[in-house]
Every structure is written in C-alpha cells, then in structure tokens.
C-alpha cells in the first residue's frame, strides 16, 4: 500500500521521460526549481510530502492554484516544479 505507489511515482518522475504514464499523456512532466531532471531522492520527499497536503485538509494541494509558479506545498517542500512540455 506504500511501497507499490512510492517506486512507481519515484521512479518514473525521477526517469529520463520526467512523468509517469498519465502526465506524459497530459504533457506535463516533473522538474527541480533550475528545470533539470529531478533526483530519486528529490522525487521520494515529494511523493510522501503529499501525505502532509492531505493531513492538512488538502490545503497543500489548494496552495497549487495560489502561488506564483502554481507549486503545492509537496512540491515546495521538495523543491520541484511540474510544468507543460514544449
């Protein structure tokens, strides 16, 4: 119920495509704040920085459609961006 979620959303973010199968369809993809492939590591602290999002009545989650880079609070905690492709 842990492990399964966290290899699968780590590993593709952190993978050469930056996204798992859905945001590649959706042509968003995962970075670090200079735009570069983020690291395992940097992709593991986003994926359980969530569960604070969600802990706190989804106001992390709420934080993406106020802040200036559209960034939830998982995503500054970890110090990632998700942005469209090209």
Request: with cysteine; glycine share 10%.
């Amino acid at each position: 119920v842990v492990v399964i979620p966290w290899l699968y959303y780590a590993g593709f973010e952190s993978s050469r495509s930056q996204a798992t199968p859905g945001k590649l369809l959706m042509r968003i993809v995962g970075t670090d704040l200079e735009g570069n492939k983020p690291s395992f590591a940097r992709v593991t602290l986003r994926h359980f920085a969530k569960f604070i999002s969600i802990l706190i009545i989804f106001i992390g989650f709420l934080m993406i459609g106020l802040t200036k880079n559209r960034q939830g609070l998982h995503d500054r905690i970890a110090g990632c961006l998700v942005l469209l492709q090209d």
